[in-house]
């Protein structure tokens, strides 16, 4: 441990800190808590959604992934790049318009039903949690190798320090910390990718041909780590469908006031996260020549600590204290979203409107989401300590299978399909969720026959890290037939016609009803 790396992270600390005691003042009611009052621009929405976006499993995983598994390692980031297109053509505008405060919200506007709203908490939920622990387990690396402390030490700190930003600064203080971190980030990687080209003189062909010369050709083309086409294919499928599901993206579109600002914050996500995605090649590939394969394994056999050991020995204890300093801001950023998310689900969702049948005041509300804050932080911290050896780009990743196969097909029919109905949306979402966490948990990714590959030894049942070109497709499925087989019990003129005002009101944020009176 030295002064200058206690600095930088005092430094961030202290600057978190203070916007969330300004984002306190102003933190009152459950709309300022759960969207920030929907007073958000597009700029800043747009640098807030790249914070929720650019997680620990981005920064320190897909740089350690570059790094260990070449051009495979880069699939993450084109999957990350392209899924933002999905968002920004098909979701952000109905969503905005349909929603309020979560996504049980924009599916009840169609089917007012507690089922509905139960399973669609439910399985936000499981996705906020397995996101959090990818976070929490990469700040544990993260400040292990930093400070030289305990990871379960590590991990309860961030856990406190993320739960305190909720508690008392809301979606308001959450937002001001993701752009101030997007802004960190995105000058962080400049920095170390620009180091990284004057190491070749600033020529792209002289990097990769050094690479090739050291590591051999395939670390620059597909089939290191993914030797099956499909499971590549999965991978992406998660990847860039995923995103279009994951409920602590499609919260943000609740925090600006109309659908084309929604659509603005989608356009700044993009370029974001383009450019940011393109400098990982330079970390991961820097890390590679310059710190070495089995340096970096030394430090996390999942490669986590890539960017900073590489930091490091570009810049010694400054440069790598800074690096380290903003992914933990990075950290912290994305898993105050993700205990927003979470809480929202539990106290809105399951306490608020299934429970209380949304008989509470607004005191009542904003005190339920932060018991709800808690619940889901106390979760999430005790199965991240499990959690150590896994890669965090891994589980970021199963979220995204997760959001693809549950919560996607959900969006798409209520907001496409007129037959679709509440039957269908438990059958989907249900389906979605135990497919892939029945199907991880036969993968790799849970079992190698190579001692300490995986959690368990033993031989995988499904050849596949992400099961995503199953489970889809499942999801899709269960939502057509579960439509069918509800079809009896539920009233079709009736049901044609809330369709009718959900279609108008999705494509113009305007309410039949409304106009109508």
Not at 120 to 138: D, H, R
Not at 139 to 157: H, P, Q, R, S
Not at 413 to 431: D, L, P, Q
Not at 493 to 500: D, L, S, T, V
Request: hydrophobic share 55%; charged share 10%; net charge neutral.
């Amino acid at each position: 441990m030295n002064l200058v790396s206690v600095g930088f992270f005092l430094g961030i600390v202290g600057l978190t800190l203070v916007v969330t005691y300004i984002a306190a003042k102003r933190t009152s009611s459950a709309s300022d808590f759960y969207t920030a009052g929907g007073g958000l621009t597009g700029w800043q929405n747009g640098f807030a959604i790249a914070g929720d976006y650019l997680s620990a499993a981005a920064f320190l995983g897909v740089s350690g992934a570059i790094a260990l598994t070449g051009f495979d390692g880069f699939f993450f980031s084109v999957g990350y790049v392209v899924a933002n297109l999905v968002l920004l053509y098909i979701i952000a505008e109905p969503m905005r318009n349909l929603g309020k405060y979560t996504l049980a919200d924009m599916l009840t506007a169609r089917f007012n039903e507690k089922r509905v709203r139960g399973v669609a908490a439910s399985g936000t939920i499981v996705i906020v949690i397995l996101y959090m622990i990818a976070q929490l387990v990469g700040a544990g690396a993260l400040i292990k190798l930093l400070f030289g402390i305990e990871y379960w030490i590590a991990v309860l700190i961030v856990g406190v320090m993320m739960t305190t930003y909720v508690l008392f600064g809301g979606m308001t203080a959450t937002s001001w910390v993701q752009i101030i971190k997007a802004g960190l980030l995105l000058f962080g990687t400049g920095l170390l990718a620009t180091l990284v080209l004057v190491q070749f003189d600033f020529s792209l062909m002289k990097m990769f041909d050094t690479i090739a010369i050291e590591h051999g050709e395939e670390y620059l083309v597909p089939g290191m780590k993914y030797t099956s086409t499909i499971d590549s294919v999965s991978m992406m499928m998660a990847l860039v469908l995923g995103t279009s599901g994951l409920p602590h993206i499609l919260m943000r579109f609740f925090t600006v006031k109309d659908a084309k600002t929604a659509r603005s914050s989608i356009s700044w996500t993009t370029w974001i996260t383009a450019i940011f995605f393109s400098l990982t090649i330079f970390l991961g590939l820097g890390a590679l020549h310059l710190v070495g394969a089995e340096s970096i394994l030394a430090e996390s056999k999942a490669g986590n600590t890539a960017a900073p050991l590489l930091a490091f020995y570009l810049g010694g204890d400054v440069l790598m204290s800074f690096i380290s300093a903003v992914a933990f801001a990075t950290i912290l950023a994305v898993v105050s979203g993700l205990v927003l998310t979470g809480a929202s689900a539990i106290s809105h969702d399951i306490y608020g409107e299934i429970i209380k049948d949304g008989n509470l005041t607004e005191k009542q509300q904003v005190l339920a989401a932060r018991i709800g804050s808690i619940s889901i932080a106390i979760i999430s911290i005790f199965l991240a300590l499990f959690a150590q050896s896994l890669n965090v780009s891994f589980l970021v990743s199963f979220a995204f299978c997760i959001g693809a196969s549950a919560n996607l097909p959900v969006i798409l029919y209520t907001i496409y399909w007129k037959k679709f109905n509440s039957t269908g949306v438990v059958a989907a979402i249900s389906t979605g969720v135990l497919s892939c966490l029945i199907f991880g948990a036969m993968g790799p990714n849970i079992w190698s026959e190579v001692p300490g590959a995986a959690i368990f030894v033993g031989k995988p049942l499904v050849n596949l890290a992400v099961p995503a070109i199953i489970t889809i497709p499942l999801g899709f499925l269960a939502g057509y037939v579960g439509s069918m087989i509800g079809a009896r019990k539920h009233n079709t003129a009736q049901a044609e016609e809330i369709y009718k005002e959900i279609r108008v009101k999705a494509n113009t944020g305007v309410s039949v009803q409304d106009v109508s009176h």
